[in-house]
């Protein structure tokens, strides 16, 4: 079994002993989305600045390994006309349980990001791509995939972690790991990652991520630093995660 099979069926476990980004919104936030009043989040505490979408009525927007009825609905109830991608059928039964439940439509696509996106070239005005990178082993290619998808001006807004949490023990006092964090090549890793029911995931570079993006051919146009949102690095203000605003310019 592949490792992204592997992941798609822990992630569904996951959802199943209710995990926080598995939880869809519910009707009464739907509603204030429309009214105006919504929030979302690329990273585990920061609200997404409102000035990093625009005006979304019309616009098409890719939810990018975004599944589970908690970023989609809000688009939509924003007027955006939304595709969701995701390898998780726990995530994807969410997002249609809210789309019938609010009748708005979505296009629901179960598909690997890893793999080349099954989009034409040019389809979408925005890509939503929360923290999920840390769950492929190679991230350029995902960034080269959505420039591919976006239009001319299209923005990448992504949730990045920057490894830290990778280096240290479950009470993040202690340096336990060197980087990269790959237990595909190091298998006390992949121990540590079995032990805990944490999936398969890896380490990423600022190098490669937001090198990545710009390698691809986007513009950095903004960024802003997070922490974990509970534990000692968070208790301390030290950023974990990233969320960068990239823009498709040619």
Same mark, same amino acid.
């Given at each position: 079994?592949?490792?992204?099979?592997?992941?798609?069926?822990?992630?569904?476990?996951?959802?199943?002993?209710?995990?926080?980004?598995?939880?869809?919104?519910?009707?009464?936030?739907?509603?204030?989305?429309?009214?105006?009043?919504?929030?979302?989040?690329?990273?585990?505490?920061?609200?997404?600045?409102?000035?990093?979408?625009?005006?979304?009525?019309?616009?098409?927007?890719?939810?990018?390994?975004?599944?589970?009825?908690?970023?989609?609905?809000?688009?939509?109830?924003?007027?955006?006309?939304?595709?969701?991608?995701?390898?998780?059928?726990?995530?994807?039964?969410?997002?249609?349980?809210?789309?019938?439940?609010?009748?708005?439509?979505?296009?629901?696509?179960?598909?690997?990001?890893?793999?080349?996106?099954?989009?034409?070239?040019?389809?979408?005005?925005?890509?939503?791509?929360?923290?999920?990178?840390?769950?492929?082993?190679?991230?350029?290619?995902?960034?080269? =995939?959505?420039?591919?998808?976006?239009?001319?001006? &299209?923005? /990448? @807004?992504?949730? #990045?972690?920057?490894?830290? %949490?990778?280096?240290?023990?479950?009470?993040?006092?202690?340096?336990?790991?060197?980087?990269?964090?790959?237990?595909?090549?190091?298998?006390?890793?992949?121990?540590?990652?079995?032990?805990?029911?944490?999936?398969?995931?890896?380490?990423?570079?600022?190098? =490669?991520?937001?090198?990545?993006?710009?390698?691809? &051919?986007? /513009? @950095?146009?903004? #960024?802003?630093?997070?922490? %974990?949102?509970?534990?000692?690095?968070?208790?301390?203000?030290?950023?974990?995660?990233?969320?960068?605003?990239?823009?498709?310019?040619?």
């Amino acid at each position: 079994m592949e490792y992204q099979q592997i992941n798609a069926k822990v992630i569904d476990q996951w959802i199943e002993e209710g995990w926080e980004w598995g939880i869809p919104i519910s009707h009464e936030v739907f509603e204030k989305a429309k009214r105006g009043d919504w929030d979302v989040l690329l990273t585990p505490t920061k609200k997404v600045p409102h000035e990093w979408f625009g005006d979304l009525q019309g616009k098409k927007v890719l939810g990018l390994a975004s599944g589970g009825g908690q970023q989609i609905p809000i688009f939509a109830a924003l007027g955006a006309e939304c595709t969701v991608l995701d390898y998780s059928d726990k995530q994807l039964e969410s997002e249609a349980m809210v789309a019938r439940r609010e009748g708005y439509h979505v296009e629901i696509i179960k598909a690997d990001m890893s793999k080349p996106l099954p989009f034409e070239d040019g389809r979408f005005d925005l890509i939503f791509h929360p923290v999920s990178n840390c769950y492929i082993e190679e991230v350029k290619p995902l960034f080269k =995939e959505c420039y591919r998808v976006l239009k001319r001006g &299209g923005i /990448l @807004l992504s949730g #990045l972690d920057n490894g830290l %949490n990778y280096i240290l023990d479950d009470t993040e006092s202690q340096v336990v790991n060197k980087l990269p964090f790959n237990p595909l090549l190091n298998s006390d890793q992949m121990q540590q990652l079995q032990i805990k029911n944490d999936g398969i995931q890896f380490s990423h570079t600022l190098e =490669e991520q937001i090198g990545g993006q710009l390698e691809a &051919g986007f /513009l @950095l146009r903004d #960024l802003y630093e997070d922490t %974990n949102g509970v534990g000692k690095l968070h208790e301390y203000g030290i950023p974990s995660f990233l969320a960068t605003k990239s823009e498709k310019c040619f």
